[in-house]
């Protein structure tokens, strides 16, 4: 195989023409990829900004092209098989997804403890894509291991270019997003970052000519995560759909599947039909269709370090307590309060602070063209600022309820102050 042998192109809104190979569609043609045209990207978005319909399809697309993009022009030199092997990778890297991207994960990880990666390694082992790739003589394993980001043989570098602190998966998602969201953050200068990469103890690096580039993606992560990926009626509509798949799991059989094929049944389309015919479902799902949306009565903006927030991202039993605590005390139903945070499993984007950026290895460069290790934050003041941690803690509940759940959630949690009260 060679990258040479090229089938045609793709006209993407972003890149302008994405090639592709031969190999490389054989692989976009199967039933199994051609499913992400129902997998959307932001889920619950399209009640915020309508534009935002754009599906997990062509973000794989854009994360493929990047990873080329980064074959053929970083400072990095990879063999042509490391380049097919990675940008297939890539291509694959979102395959596992399931009805409604990272809402359904929500389930997932609840009652199966297993993330989309899980799955998309699943599929590329044991669905009939490994057949497909066998064929194509790629190495089935190395494909799955590389698409999930883990650490793959002697390269490790490979794996952190689709999943790390600066990675293809986030360029394209931040930049793609914002496009079709119009929200605004998205000029990032990916291909700068891209061109000055390179490997520093066997680790992926950015030199430090590129830290001006590296700054505005930094700064295009938080604003995408606070003006998209966070904004209180997508997460309202997150929260709803995910609390109408809960119900309904049992019935509709959404976590039932025992092969790659029961999975990969279930998308975007065929779930939400049968939500609206469910029972158990059906109520939350007509809330959703008239617009009737959970409201946010109360949000608090912690830029620390807090035992609260770090409980209720990683103790489900903490928050149910909190819940009911809330709901005691406004006299509501249990089932009428939520207690939203930014990296509950089912959020759009997983965001943690910025801090695991400052962990990217940078360099600088000496007169004899040797790399010299450079800490980050003597590089940008602006990323040393970032440093801080940014968590969001947020209670919902119906209209209804909106002034004796927000009392209750203030006197549990305090009152916010005025800036943390200022909508996004």
Known sequence: MSLRKYWGFIKDPIYGYIKISESEKSIIDTRIFQRLRR????????????????????????????AGFFGENSMV????????????????????HGPFSHVYEGLLVKYKGKTHEDMTKWIIESSALADVLKNLTYDVEKVAILAVGEPIGDKPYLSQLIRGPVDIDKMDFIVRDNYHT????????VFRILYTMDVLNNELAVDATAISALETFIVARIE????????????????????????????LGLLDFNTPEEYLAMDDYTVWSSLTHSKEAK???????????LKCVYEKTLFMESSLVSSLLTNESVKIKLEEEIASEARVSRDDVFIDSPSLPSVSYRYSSGSEVMDI?????????????????????????MRNVMNIVRVYSREEYRKPVAKAAERIFGKPTLSEMVSY
Do not use: W
């Open 77 to 96: 030199e990879l063999s042509e098989e490391d380049r097919e092997l990675l940008r297939v990778a890539a291509l694959l890297h979102d395959v596992g």
């Open 182 to 189: 119009g929200a605004g953050y998205g000029f990032v200068d």
């Open 39 to 66: 997998i959307r990207q932001l889920a619950g978005s399209e009640y915020v900004y309508p534009a935002a319909n754009h599906t997990r399809f062509e973000h794989s697309l854009g994360v493929m092209y990047l």
């Open 361 to 385: 290895p940078c360099f600088k460069r000496d007169e004899n063209d040797r790399k010299i290790p450079q800490r980050l934050a003597m590089l940008s003041r602006l990323l040393d600022i």
């Open 224 to 251: 995408s995560f606070r003006s998209i990926y966070f904004h209180k009626a997508s997460r309202a509509v997150q929260i709803m759909l995910l609390k109408a798949m809960d119900a309904a799991k049992d019935s």
């Open 283 to 293: 109520s939350i799902v007509n809330d959703i269709m008239e617009r009737r949306l």
